[in-house]
Every structure is written in C-alpha cells, then in structure tokens.
C-alpha cells in the first residue's frame, strides 16, 4: 500500500533563511507523482510544486525546489529565501500515473520568524 | 475566474440530522472529490467522482453520501450515521489536461455537530 511520511510536525525558520521540510514515501508503483502543497490559515489546499518518479532532474517553482532522491524514496521540499508568508502546514502526496487517488501525509506546519 | 466554489463556509449541525455541502467547479474538470481533514492530520478521502454520474468509495465512506449528477456539481451529504462528523471538509477536482494532473481545491466547509 502507498504510504507518505512527514516527521516534522512542526519547524521554525528565521525569515530570508532557507529550510527543508522531510518527506517519504512507500509504494510498490514504478511510476508516480509527487505532490507538496500549502495549507494557509484560511484553509484551501495550494499546489505547489511536482516531481515525477522518471523525471531526472529536481523540480523547481520559484522559491521552491524538490530534492528527490529516488532510491531512498524521499522528495523533500526545500523553500529558499522564507517569508513570513510561508507560515502554513505543508502536505506531501503521491498519486500513481494515471490513477485517480492521491496519498496525503499528515503535514509539517512551518513557522517563519521575522 | 474559474476555480472551485464550496458553500456554506461554516455550517453548525444538530445530532440526528442529515446535512449536505456544495461543491461546484466551472473548470470543467472531469475529477472530483471529497476529503475530510481532522484538526492536525492530513486529508483523508470520503469519496472520488470520474465522470458525470460514477462515483466511488474513498477510504472513509461510512455515514457519507454523494451524486454527480452535473459534470460541474459534487455535492456531499453527511448522514446521521456518521458517529464524529465536526471537522473541515475539502472538495478538490482534476483534470487530465493540466501539466501535472494536479488537484484544485475549493476553499473548504468547516462542520460543526453541536
């Protein structure tokens, strides 16, 4: 069964710097997506950034990156430079190509300190 | 602007009764889905639609129900059979289109039981 795990339930940085928040995963498909998204206050669900299982080099959205180190199936999220504005939980997921369903982890709530 | 509409923002329910929460997308997205989040955990999905008046069981089904009888309507109901239903509900859609197949989340239904 898929499985996604994010050990940090909470992280502190100080704003400008940069950190990284920890996901892993488990699965037995060959070829997947993974997801990070962000949670504000308000509640809606943003997407962030994506990395697929075949794709070689890390993926980059602006201040975003995703460190994917395949074999030792992680996809860490890291944000440069932070603003108070990354204050908000982070979510990990996977969905497998093609499929219909996508796998949530439990969430890293990150606070930026001015 | 396209995006994903959920109403009410808040809604207070008296045990015993049954509720229902909107979700509309004018994304024309042919995917949508339910997912309830628990204060602190990640998103757990109740039910996933692919197409116009198909839907099937996510993980969490028990005590919920749901029709797709509009390609840009997914609503949900939350029966009196569901024994803990106070938590944030989330309604997501997708498309095989967009660049990642990445979900778009409406801006959530907050459900309190009094």
């Known amino acids: 069964a898929q499985k996604i795990t994010q050990t940090q339930p909470g992280m502190f940085v100080q704003e400008k710097e940069a950190v990284t928040l920890d996901c892993t995963y488990d699965t037995s498909d060959q070829s997947y997506g993974l997801f990070w998204y962000k949670q504000p206050s308000s509640g809606e669900m943003i997407f962030l950034i994506y990395q697929g299982s075949y794709d070689e080099q890390n993926a980059t959205e602006g201040r975003y990156s995703l460190n994917f180190q395949k074999a030792r199936k992680s996809a860490n999220l890291v944000i440069s430079a932070s603003q108070l504005g990354d204050s908000a939980m982070y979510f990990c997921a996977m969905r497998e190509v093609g499929g219909f369903k996508t796998i949530f982890g439990a969430g890293t709530r990150l606070f930026v300190k001015a | 602007d396209g995006g994903i509409t959920q109403s009410p923002k808040y809604l207070f329910r008296k045990e015993g009764q049954n509720v229902t929460l909107s979700c509309e997308q004018n994304?024309?997205?042919?995917?949508m889905y339910w997912y309830r989040q628990d204060p602190g955990q990640g998103l757990r999905l109740i039910y996933y639609s692919q197409i116009v008046n198909d839907f099937q069981k996510g993980d969490i089904a028990e005590g919920y129900s749901v029709s797709r009888e509009k390609k840009e309507s997914f609503p949900l109901t939350v029966t009196s059979a569901q024994k803990n239903p106070t938590a944030f509900y989330l309604c997501a859609s997708k498309s095989w289109q967009t660049s990642y197949n990445e979900q778009f989340f409406g801006p959530g239904t907050r459900l309190t039981v009094l």
């Open positions: 994304l024309n997205h042919d995917a």
